[in-house]
């Protein structure tokens, strides 16, 4: 009986009485600033001078200066009082200290180029007569000519950084298959991916022509945390953390997006149409958990434009613009810090 209350007791203690959290009162007195607390959002500011902390009640960061995000064991509020792991505590007095560099270095690590279809899948496959002579040019042969040429650029202009292609040979790969191992590359904390993915057009019309770019809608909601990849005491706010990363993601699509129809818009504009940027759910792009895009080169159904896709010529082009919108935005991204500055 005893036994049992002391067992109780213990566990109804508060957590501000073990010695791994302490009363955010003491950290405002330490590092002299001040807060303030909204307790509808359950996120609040620490402030002194210029230096400001922000934090969400259970969320695994803090935010400095409305920027840099520093993953932090989650405070806690337990009977109005807001207690702050000791970790956590620590990193916060440190940015008021100014000596707790926020400086996190955000980069491109990888870029992953996905020529669409292969092996028994051609994608769109038209047979033109050329000076009497027909010829069939097939989508799967076309993405994986313009896959090598963009790898190659890229490759030469980003030494330090993984490029992938997601198959070099004609061999067919599932749907699943393709996003699968851009996953799967390990990165460390603050490095990103990006995914290209390249297809070319068919129309029941045969004078459709030009290119167009492709990102996710921006109400589509990726899963992109599972309960696997994150503590269990964060799994209440995962649905957040998902939304957090996923509209960065879309945010980023865009600007890539974007960047690569300037860029293509500039090279090849005046020889064919510009279809512009689109909003799209297509799967390969759903599934990837990175900023990623969907190029359509050109259409196969036009006999015109089917010829100078099969030509390098042209191919080295359109290769050669999406490569500059894909550096001019791995430079913003990283001069700004990921956006961040
Ligand atoms: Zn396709």
Not at 21 to 30: C, G, S, T
């Amino acid at each position: 009986m005893k036994r049992l209350s002391i067992l109780i007791l213990l566990l109804s203690l508060p957590a501000a009485l073990f010695s791994d959290y302490v009363d955010i009162a003491d950290v405002l007195k330490e590092t002299g600033s001040s807060l303030e607390y909204d307790t509808l959002l359950e996120s609040g500011m620490l402030a002194s001078g210029r230096t400001r902390v922000s934090f969400t009640v259970n969320a695994p960061w803090i935010i400095v200066n409305d920027g840099v995000k520093l993953s932090t064991p989650g405070i806690r509020r337990e009977k109005g009082r807001l207690l702050i792991p000791e970790e956590t505590a620590a990193k916060i007095i440190g940015v008021f200290r100014g000596d707790e560099s926020p400086g996190r270095v955000f980069r491109v690590g990888a870029i992953v180029i996905d020529p669409g279809h292969g092996g028994r899948d051609s994608g769109a496959s038209y047979t033109h007569t050329v000076n009497g002579k027909k010829v069939r040019i097939s989508e799967k042969d076309v993405v994986l000519k313009a896959g090598f040429m963009l790898y190659e650029l890229l490759k030469k202009r980003f030494p330090d950084k993984v490029v992938l292609m997601t198959r070099t040979r004609d061999v067919t790969l599932s749907l699943e298959e393709r996003p699968e191992i851009a996953n799967s590359i390990s990165l460390g904390e603050d490095e990103a991916i990006i995914y290209i993915s390249l297809h070319a057009n068919a129309s029941l019309s045969g004078t459709a022509r030009g290119f167009e770019v492709w990102y996710l809608t921006a109400t589509y909601k990726r899963n992109l945390l599972s309960t696997a990849s994150v503590d269990s005491e964060y799994h209440d706010i995962l649905p957040i953390m998902n939304s957090m990363q996923d509209e960065e993601f879309t945010r980023e699509s865009i600007l890539l997006a974007r960047s690569i129809m300037q860029q293509l818009e500039t090279a090849v504009g005046k020889e064919t149409e510009n279809r512009g940027l689109k909003e799209g759910e297509w799967l390969v792009v759903r599934k990837a958990k990175m900023p990623s895009i969907l190029i359509e080169l050109g259409f196969l159904s036009n006999r015109d434009e089917a010829l100078k896709l099969a030509s390098d010529e042209y191919l080295q082009k359109l290769s050669f613009a999406i490569y500059n919108g894909v550096s001019s935005f791995i430079e913003k991204f990283e001069q700004s810090n990921a956006f961040t500055e």
